[in-house]
């Protein structure tokens, strides 16, 4: 019982946490460095931390809820905000970032929300497609956590696991390893003679994170690809956003500048 509830129900709340705090951070330091930084990069930021917190401490309702359909209808709920809302959200406010707060072109914007929506609207499809039925994975003084199960009433279709995971390859992965191209480039590039002498610094934080972030979902796609397409494997990247929640908290809470102190 102790792994499955820390699996399903503890590891999610605490990254949900985890990115509860960064926005509470972005909103705290917001207010001085975005006057520096520009307001709109910080505001994107912040609401895409906070769909992220929503985004982890939901997750345990795809168990405790009930049976089918509940879990994969929380499931679809879920992966459609990150899909569709978080994932383009953070690209676009870091597409602010290193423009320094130019006016993005609307065609970029559309571009990425547009492709987020089908990505998700692809996941979503196939959810419908194969889960047909759920599970119990644990009970406890008469609670009960339930879990998806994929194709219940017949051969596992290879060809729905593989869209299932190429739509998420796009959305998020592809979307942040975009994100992580930008901040390299814009962290090498970055002056190093700039008052703003802890930039890069704060750069590269980010970037060890986004690619924590990458790096683990690809781990537990392919795991999932390579054995069974267990909704536990997951764990991997809830894991792996903690650490990189906590990479980018502290990319946050670094002051731009050491000097002056009224930069900080």
Not at 12 to 34: L, S
């Amino acid at each position: 019982m102790f792994p499955v509830f820390l699996i399903n129900i503890a590891v999610p709340i605490i990254a949900g946490v985890v990115y509860f705090m960064m926005a509470y951070e972005v909103r705290k330091v917001g207010k001085i460095r975005q006057i520096i930084f520009g307001e709109i990069g910080y505001k994107k930021v912040f609401d895409a931390f906070v769909l992220f917190g929503i985004y982890f401490t939901t997750r345990p309702l795809q168990n405790i809820i009930g049976p089918y359909p509940w879990p994969m209808f929380i499931n679809c709920i879920r992966q459609f905000f990150l899909m569709a809302i978080i994932s383009p959200a953070i690209l676009v406010g870091i597409f602010y970032w290193d423009s320094d707060e130019g006016e993005l072109p609307r065609a970029v914007k559309i571009a990425s929300y547009s492709v987020g929506f089908l990505m998700a609207l692809i996941f979503i499809l196939v959810n419908i497609s194969a889960i047909d039925s759920s599970k119990i994975i644990a009970s406890f003084n008469g609670l009960k956590l339930y879990d998806a199960v994929w194709f219940a009433g017949g051969p596992p279709k290879t060809e729905f696991i593989l869209i299932h995971l190429v739509s998420q390859l796009i959305s998020p992965v592809g979307f942040f390893i975009l994100s992580v191209a930008i901040v390299r480039r814009r962290r090498h590039n970055y002056p190093s003679d700039s008052i703003y002498n802890q930039m890069s610094l704060k750069w590269r934080y980010l970037e060890i994170g986004l690619e924590i972030f990458v790096v683990s979902m690809l781990v537990a796609g392919l795991a999932a690809l390579l054995g069974h397409y267990y909704t536990y494997h997951w764990v991997i990247y809830f894991a792996g956003a903690i650490i990189s929640g906590l990479l980018e908290l502290k990319s946050v809470k670094i002051p731009p500048s050491s000097v002056p102190k009224d930069l900080n």
